[in-house]
């Protein structure tokens, strides 16, 4: 019976929640709904080291759904790249889903709890879709289920502050026109090539090796979308609003995976299909997405120093931290790929780790988190506070930490490349996250007044000091996370050799 | 396409803005469709004559965007509907002036 669950274990990571979530919608019960998704993410995470397990023995795992063969059948394809990330998105909703239970409570209306759980376990089933998938029409779908499952989410904040409203109708209109555009793509690939599936989408373009007009829009067509729902710089307009105006827990959901995992398919796509045409894939790169992402570092950390709201200041360095990561994928050779995806892993930890302790002092003080506010909790509130500084520290790039970790990476990537400006900017754009932090930091600890210890709940700093101790192992034995990345970039770059 | 695109960019009325995205959605669709049609094609059909018949697959593919497409509308419609009880206006300029107001 086991073993029958395990075999369909690839299918399974993504139809387990999605089928649970549609169980417990209606359940009126306050507890039941997330003992149930606890309970679906741990058998996520036995599913996904399972995966670990067969992908170490074999290397690549194609699951065909309805035992078609992959060029007519939907398939999902795990390997080296994306099992590293499986496992992280595994683990993370796992962790943020025991944290959410007291931060849903007090948030939003308890009789809600069951819809809520179902919502986040859409999210998280649907966003796990956009990881295993292999097929560019099946993405799209699980790019809308999700989509519309975390604006739900994100509408669930207007108890808190009505403009939460705005900010998903916001995301709600531009992600439906990114995902259209992704959809006019793929419209153009299939009218060239008559197929969806990836490996095979690359073998049949291969036979307009000089291009072809409509396949240069379509490709267009297809990263455009991306780029908007994964907030590459211009188009990241619908995330500030969206992560601050969100429930806490959502915006700790949200922030750590969602983007993640549609940048990682859009990397995806470009080393694993639009390699095929190197000087177009070199020309957006070069003058596309390199441009944009200094931008990005260098607004978005520019922005953050000005924010008031400290989720709002989260959600512009944000920003600035996806640019760090498009910048690392634009570098074109292993080790750009390799520093891309280490900070894909150490910036989900951080950032999932900021928004749980901010998450935890809006709660605390029934309020929104703006800088003020936050005077003296370094006393009120050590226990969360120390992890809020270990998370901050690493968002800037201390050693120790593991944000070090990707720092040292991506200059090192940057350096065998010889880009030297762009090594300059990005330590200015460090220097400057020193400078909104530090903000934070002068409010919470230095101050006149003496403020007396109060209780912290350890349902909440438990799961925090889970994140935040991850954060120091990995800055100190940081290699199984260079290892899962290197093997992401070793077989993005030799699948399109073999 | 361009049309549901202009609707979306420049109305300032929420309501608008959401058809706008379904007639920009609806385009693509037709767009897709429209990829499928073989000259003197049929429907797919198994006959004992041999026909020439119209790619199925994009008519499939378009039926899970519909139903993704009646799914966004819906969404946004329910959005613009809380907008309206909470601000009692779907207009963008009124929203924007009370936010102004409310934050002084």
Same mark, same amino acid.
């Given at each position: 019976?086991?073993?029958?669950?395990?075999?369909?274990?690839?299918?399974?990571?993504?139809?387990?929640?999605?089928?649970?979530?549609?169980?417990?919608?209606?359940?009126?019960?306050?507890?039941?709904?997330?003992?149930?998704?606890?309970?679906?993410?741990?058998?996520?995470?036995?599913?996904?080291?399972?995966?670990?397990?067969?992908?170490?023995?074999?290397?690549?795992?194609?699951?065909?759904?309805?035992?078609?063969?992959?060029?007519?059948?939907?398939?999902?394809?795990?390997?080296?790249?994306?099992?590293?990330?499986?496992?992280?998105?595994?683990?993370?909703?796992?962790? %943020?889903?025991?944290?959410?239970?007291?931060? /849903?409570?007090?948030?939003?209306?308890?009789?809600?709890?069951?819809?809520?759980?179902?919502?986040?376990?859409?999210?998280?089933?649907?966003?796990?879709?956009?990881?295993?998938?292999?097929?560019?029409?099946?993405?799209?779908?699980?790019?809308?289920?999700?989509?519309?499952?975390?604006?739900?989410?994100?509408?669930? &904040?207007?108890?808190?502050?009505? *403009?939460?409203?705005?900010?998903?109708?916001? $995301?709600?209109?531009?992600?439906?026109?990114?995902?259209?555009?992704?959809?006019?793509?793929?419209? /153009?690939?299939?009218?060239?090539?008559?197929?969806?599936?990836?490996?095979?989408? !690359?073998?049949?373009?291969?036979?307009?090796?000089? &291009?072809?007009?409509?396949?240069?829009?379509?490709?267009?067509?297809?990263?455009?979308?991306?780029?908007?729902?994964?907030?590459?710089?211009?188009?990241?307009?619908?995330?500030?609003?969206?992560?601050?105006?969100?429930?806490?827990?959502?915006?700790?959901?949200?922030?750590?995976?969602?983007?993640?995992?549609?940048? $990682?398919?859009?990397?995806?796509?470009?080393?694993? !299909?639009?390699?095929? $045409?190197?000087? $177009?894939?070199?020309?957006?790169?070069?003058?596309?997405?390199?441009?944009?992402?200094?931008?990005?570092? /260098?607004?978005?950390?520019?922005?953050?120093?000005?924010?008031?709201?400290?989720?709002?200041?989260?959600?512009?360095?944000?920003?600035?931290?996806?640019?760090?990561?498009?910048?690392?994928?634009?570098?074109?050779?292993?080790?750009?790929?390799?520093?891309?995806?280490?900070?894909?892993?150490?910036?989900?930890?951080?950032?999932?780790?900021?928004?749980?302790? =901010?998450?935890?002092?809006?709660?605390?003080?029934?309020?929104? !988190?703006?800088?003020?506010?936050? *005077?003296?909790?370094?006393?009120?509130?050590?226990?969360?506070?120390?992890?809020?500084?270990?998370?901050?520290?690493?968002?800037?790039?201390?050693?120790?930490?593991?944000?070090?970790?990707? *720092?040292?990476?991506?200059?090192?990537?940057?350096?065998?490349?010889?880009?030297?400006?762009?090594?300059?900017? !990005?330590?200015?754009?460090?220097?400057?996250?020193?400078?909104?932090?530090?903000?934070? =930091?002068?409010?919470?600890?230095? %101050?006149?007044?003496?403020?007396?210890?109060?209780?912290?709940?350890?349902?909440?700093?438990?799961?925090?000091?889970?994140?935040?101790?991850?954060?120091?192992?990995?800055?100190?034995?940081?290699?199984?996370?260079?290892?899962?990345?290197?093997? %992401?970039?070793?077989?993005?770059?030799?699948?399109?050799?073999? | 396409?361009?049309?549901?695109?202009?609707?979306?960019?420049?109305?300032?009325?929420?309501?608008?803005?959401?058809?706008?995205?379904?007639?920009?959605?609806?385009?693509?669709?037709?767009?897709?469709?429209?990829?499928?049609?073989?000259?003197?094609?049929?429907?797919?059909?198994?006959?004992?004559?041999?026909?020439?018949?119209?790619?199925?697959?994009?008519?499939?593919?378009?039926?899970?965007?519909?139903?993704?497409?009646?799914?966004?509308?819906?969404?946004?419609?329910?959005?613009?509907?809380?907008?309206?009880?909470?601000?009692?206006?779907?207009?963008?300029?009124?929203?924007?002036?009370?936010?102004?107001?409310?934050?002084?």
């Amino acid at each position: 019976m086991f073993n029958l669950f395990l075999d369909d274990a690839a299918a399974l990571v993504v139809v387990l929640p999605l089928l649970i979530s549609a169980i417990i919608t209606f359940m009126p019960s306050k507890i039941w709904p997330w003992i149930i998704s606890l309970v679906t993410l741990v058998l996520h995470l036995v599913l996904s080291l399972h995966l670990l397990k067969e992908i170490s023995i074999s290397g690549l795992i194609i699951y065909e759904f309805g035992n078609w063969e992959p060029p007519w059948g939907i398939s999902f394809k795990i390997d080296g790249v994306n099992i590293g990330l499986q496992l992280l998105f595994s683990i993370f909703a796992l962790i %943020s889903t025991f944290y959410s239970r007291k931060i /849903f409570l007090s948030e939003i209306d308890s009789r809600d709890s069951g819809k809520a759980y179902s919502l986040w376990l859409l999210a998280i089933g649907s966003l796990n879709g956009i990881i295993l998938t292999n097929d560019i029409f099946n993405l799209f779908v699980f790019l809308e289920i999700s989509a519309l499952a975390s604006i739900s989410l994100i509408a669930l &904040g207007a108890g808190q502050n009505r *403009k939460a409203l705005l900010a998903a109708f916001n $995301y709600l209109i531009i992600g439906a026109i990114g995902a259209t555009f992704y959809v006019i793509g793929v419209g /153009f690939a299939y009218a060239m090539t008559g197929t969806l599936n990836m490996n095979d989408l !690359v073998i049949q373009l291969a036979q307009y090796s000089d &291009g072809q007009l409509a396949i240069f829009a379509g490709m267009s067509f297809m990263l455009i979308g991306l780029m908007v729902k994964a907030a590459i710089f211009p188009v990241h307009i619908w995330l500030p609003p969206a992560y601050s105006y969100a429930p806490s827990a959502v915006s700790t959901l949200l922030a750590a995976l969602a983007t993640k995992t549609i940048l $990682y398919f859009f990397v995806r796509l470009l080393y694993e !299909v639009f390699i095929i $045409y190197p000087s $177009y894939l070199s020309l957006f790169l070069d003058f596309v997405l390199y441009p944009l992402s200094l931008l990005a570092i /260098f607004i978005g950390t520019l922005i953050a120093i000005y924010q008031d709201d400290i989720k709002k200041l989260l959600a512009f360095s944000s920003i600035a931290q996806i640019g760090y990561i498009t910048l690392a994928f634009s570098l074109e050779d292993h080790s750009g790929i390799t520093s891309g995806f280490i900070h894909i892993f150490n910036h989900a930890l951080i950032k999932g780790g900021l928004f749980m302790a =901010v998450g935890y002092f809006a709660i605390l003080q029934k309020d929104r !988190v703006t800088l003020t506010s936050l *005077k003296g909790f370094g006393y009120k509130y050590p226990i969360t506070s120390f992890a809020l500084l270990i998370c901050g520290l690493s968002l800037i790039g201390l050693p120790l930490t593991n944000g070090f970790i990707s *720092k040292l990476y991506l200059f090192q990537a940057l350096y065998t490349n010889q880009m030297y400006f762009s090594i300059a900017l !990005v330590a200015v754009s460090s220097a400057l996250a020193v400078a909104y932090f530090w903000k934070i =930091v002068e409010q919470m600890w230095f %101050s006149e007044i003496k403020f007396k210890l109060e209780k912290e709940d350890a349902y909440i700093y438990l799961p925090i000091w889970i994140i935040t101790v991850s954060i120091i192992v990995f800055g100190i034995y940081s290699s199984p996370i260079i290892e899962f990345s290197n093997l %992401s970039a070793d077989y993005l770059i030799s699948g399109y050799q073999n | 396409m361009v049309g549901g695109l202009f609707i979306i960019i420049t109305s300032q009325n929420y309501l608008k803005k959401v058809v706008g995205l379904a007639i920009f959605q609806t385009a693509v669709f037709v767009f897709f469709v429209s990829l499928a049609k073989v000259l003197d094609g049929t429907a797919p059909i198994l006959t004992k004559m041999e026909n020439a018949y119209s790619n199925p697959l994009p008519h499939v593919l378009i039926l899970t965007a519909i139903v993704v497409g009646v799914a966004t509308s819906a969404l946004g419609l329910a959005l613009v509907l809380q907008i309206y009880r909470n601000y009692e206006t779907i207009e963008e300029k009124e929203i924007q002036s009370l936010e102004l107001k409310s934050d002084k």
